[in-house]
């Protein structure tokens, strides 16, 4: 009874652990660096948006569902290894989380992964860097990767109509 | 004769309680004496443990701030330490939680960066943008490098 009550115990506290966001865990490790910048824009904020979004249908689309976002850059160009190695492990260590692509790029890697649960995605984490760079991007909330592409496929149409517009 | 006569009237006055503390005194330098007459021989050792007595007394007075306790004999100064040590305490202890709590607040995201929503949004655009075109581009997988760079999505946060 005494070891079943403990295993109790301890699976909610590392659940409770397990809870905190990549981004919490990151800065868990460096918050308290001044060459961070963290945005975080919370689920209230979010909600205000849905009015101001109304003549972007996709971007509506996109954000809908959403809980929170945050983003965590490097203002100092000299330590954007040192917090790229740092949330790279932290992303690989992390069980929950999948590798849904990677790119690599002469400027910038960039690594996305998910958390699913059960068979909705609930976490994205973008991390881009390379040497002199290093943005951390955390998404949490109902996410629609579906709709992130299409809005990509809507950013593709704009850009192609600038062009157009240019040329002319 | 006078000096036997004072004595006896010293005597009278101290068995009524009437004596003062200098007429004690010379009662018990004349009985600490040799030439005490034979009818008075009987209240030497009174005035003998007396004077005893007065002597111990004089000496505990005298020698009794070495003897107290540490604490109490420089208790004054203790007060002053334990009040200066509170505020320190009390002040440290404010500073730490505060510069916590502002840790905290930035790992665990309890305040919003902006107030505005305008701003709000303007990050979260480049946010999805960003993600998006991540993901769109390896969706296609458009392999050269010339055809992404083509379609450039908004300038993105680390420059």
Excluded at chain 1, 112 to 121: A, D, L, P, Q, W
Excluded at chain 1, 130 to 137: C, G, N, Q, R, Y
Excluded at chain 2, 14 to 35: A, H, M, R, V
Aim: net charge neutral.
């Amino acid at each position: 009874m005494n070891r079943l009550l403990l295993t109790f115990f301890i699976s909610i506290f590392t659940s409770a652990l397990s809870a905190q966001d990549i981004a919490a865990s990151f800065l868990d490790k460096h918050g308290k660096d001044e060459s961070l910048e963290v945005i975080t824009i919370g689920k209230k904020m979010l909600e205000m948006m849905t009015e101001l979004t109304a003549k972007d249908a996709e971007l509506q689309e996109a954000i809908k569902g959403l809980e929170s976002i945050r983003v965590v850059s490097a203002k100092d160009k000299n330590c954007g290894e040192k917090y790229y190695k740092t949330a790279y492990q932290l992303l690989q260590k992390n069980k929950d989380f999948e590798e849904l692509l990677t790119a690599r790029k002469a400027e910038e890697d960039t690594l996305i992964m998910i958390r699913e649960n059960r068979g909705k995605v609930k976490e994205l984490v973008l991390l881009a860097g390379k040497k002199e760079k290093f943005s951390l991007i955390c998404i949490v909330g109902n996410i629609d990767l579906k709709t992130l592409t299409k809005y990509a496929g809507k950013l593709k149409i704009d850009g192609l109509d600038k062009l157009s517009s240019i040329e002319e | 004769m006078s000096n036997k006569e004072d004595i006896r009237n010293l005597l009278e006055k101290y068995w009524n309680c009437e004596t003062s503390q200098e007429e004690e005194q010379i009662l018990f330098s004349f009985f600490s004496g040799e030439d005490i007459p034979g009818e008075w021989m009987k209240y030497k050792p009174l005035f003998s443990w007396k004077k005893r007595c007065l002597q111990e007394r004089a000496d505990k007075k005298l020698f009794s701030p070495f003897q107290k306790p540490f604490a109490i004999r420089f208790y004054p100064m203790i007060k002053v330490a334990a009040s200066i040590l509170l505020v320190l305490t009390v002040g440290v202890g404010a500073y730490t939680h505060y510069q916590q709590e502002k840790l905290m607040d930035r790992i665990f995201s309890e305040s919003e960066t902006y107030s505005d929503p305008e701003d709000a949004l303007r990050e979260t655009t480049k946010v999805i943008t960003k993600v998006s075109s991540v993901l769109g581009t390896e969706k296609e997988k458009i392999a050269p490098e010339e055809k992404t760079d083509s379609v450039k999505a908004p300038g993105i946060m680390t420059e």
